[in-house]
C-alpha cells in the first residue's frame, strides 16, 4: 500500500491501532485504549523557562506503535495520535496561539521516510483546531544521529546547529506551538527554541505525543 493510500483511505470506522474492532474514542478501540497510559505530562526545557506536555507515557503498547509510524510507513496512525494531541491542547487549556510549528526533518530523511512524521500531527491538530500550520519557517541543515541512544550532552552536540529559520518574516512577534511526537530530555525541543528566538517570537509552548518520563 503506498504512503498516499494509507493516509488519505483509512477505515474511520475501526480502530488506528489493531484496524480491525470498532472505534470509541480518538479513533481506538476499547481494548487498544485500556493498553494506553494516558497522563499529564509536564517537561521544562532544559536551559529555559518553557514546558512541553505530553498526554501519553512510552509504554511497551505505544512504543511498537510508534516505532510503526516512524520507521515502517505507518503513517495510516497520524490521525489517531493526532486526535490525542487535540485533546491534550484542549486540556491545556487551549493557550493562545498564531502559528503551529513541527519540528523539522532533514530532506534526505523525510525521502526516506516519506513523510515527517511531527508535521502529520501538527496537521491534525491545526485542522481541527483553525490555528494556522507553518511548515516551511524551519529548514534541518543536516542529517543528524538518531537521539535515542545518546546521552543529553551528545544530543546537544548532535543537534548544534542543525536547525535555521527560513521565514523569519512568519516568526517575528508570532505564539508559536511547536509539535513533535516525543520528548526524552527536551534537547530537540531546546535547538528549535535557540534557533527561533533571534526572530523574536512573542511566546513558545511545546506539545509532544509521548515521553518515556512519567513525571506529571
Same mark, same amino acid.
Given at each position: 500500500?503506498?504512503?498516499?493510500?494509507?493516509?488519505?483511505?483509512?477505515?474511520?470506522?475501526?480502530?488506528?491501532?489493531?484496524?480491525?474492532?470498532?472505534?470509541?474514542?480518538?479513533?481506538?478501540?476499547?481494548?487498544?485504549?485500556?493498553?494506553?497510559?494516558?497522563?499529564?505530562?509536564?517537561?521544562?526545557?532544559?536551559?529555559?523557562?518553557?514546558?512541553?506536555?505530553?498526554?501519553?507515557?512510552?509504554?511497551?503498547?505505544?512504543?511498537?506503535?510508534?516505532?510503526?509510524?516512524?520507521?515502517?510507513?505507518?503513517?495510516?496512525?497520524?490521525?489517531?495520535?493526532?486526535?490525542?494531541?487535540?485533546?491534550?491542547?484542549?486540556?491545556?487549556?487551549?493557550?493562545?496561539?498564531? $502559528?503551529? @510549528?513541527?519540528?523539522?526533518?532533514?530532506?534526505?530523511?523525510?525521502?526516506? =521516510?516519506?513523510?515527517?512524521? +511531527?508535521? !502529520?500531527? /501538527?496537521?491534525?491538530?491545526?485542522?481541527?483546531?483553525?490555528?494556522?500550520?507553518?511548515?516551511?519557517?524551519?529548514?534541518?541543515?543536516?542529517?543528524?544521529?538518531?537521539?535515542?541512544?545518546?546521552?543529553?550532552?551528545?544530543?546537544?552536540?548532535?543537534?548544534?546547529?542543525?536547525?535555521?529559520?527560513?521565514?523569519?518574516?512568519?516568526?517575528?512577534?508570532?505564539? $508559536?506551538? @511547536?509539535?513533535?511526537?516525543?520528548?526524552?530530555?527536551?534537547?530537540?525541543? =531546546?535547538?528549535?527554541?535557540? +534557533?527561533? !528566538?533571534? /526572530?523574536?517570537?512573542?511566546?513558545?509552548?511545546?506539545?509532544?505525543?509521548?515521553?518515556?518520563?512519567?513525571?506529571?
Amino acid at each position: 500500500m503506498s504512503i498516499l493510500t494509507e493516509l488519505f483511505f483509512v477505515d474511520e470506522h475501526t480502530c488506528g491501532f489493531c484496524r480491525e474492532e470498532p472505534v470509541s474514542t480518538h479513533g481506538i478501540c476499547t481494548d487498544c485504549k485500556g493498553r494506553l497510559e494516558f497522563v499529564k505530562g509536564e517537561l521544562q526545557i532544559r536551559g529555559t523557562e518553557i514546558w512541553c506536555n505530553y498526554p501519553l507515557f512510552y509504554n511497551n503498547f505505544l512504543k511498537g506503535k510508534v516505532h510503526a509510524f516512524k520507521f515502517q510507513g505507518s503513517s495510516y496512525l497520524y490521525r489517531t495520535f493526532g486526535e490525542i494531541l487535540v485533546d491534550c491542547y484542549r486540556q491545556m487549556g487551549s493557550p493562545q496561539v498564531d $502559528l503551529i @510549528l513541527p519540528v523539522p526533518l532533514h530532506p534526505r530523511m523525510e525521502r526516506q =521516510r516519506g513523510y515527517n512524521q +511531527a508535521a !502529520l500531527l /501538527a496537521r491534525v491538530l491545526s485542522e481541527r483546531t483553525g490555528i494556522p500550520l507553518e511548515e516551511h519557517a524551519l529548514k534541518k541543515t543536516r542529517q543528524t544521529k538518531e537521539q535515542n541512544k545518546l546521552s543529553y550532552l551528545e544530543r546537544e552536540e548532535n543537534l548544534q546547529d542543525s536547525i535555521r529559520i527560513a521565514r523569519p518574516d512568519a516568526i517575528k512577534g508570532k505564539r $508559536l506551538l @511547536l509539535v513533535d511526537d516525543f520528548i526524552t530530555t527536551g534537547a530537540t525541543f =531546546r535547538s528549535l527554541i535557540d +534557533a527561533l !528566538l533571534p /526572530a523574536e517570537p512573542k511566546s513558545l509552548i511545546a506539545l509532544a505525543l509521548t515521553s518515556s518520563s512519567r513525571l506529571e
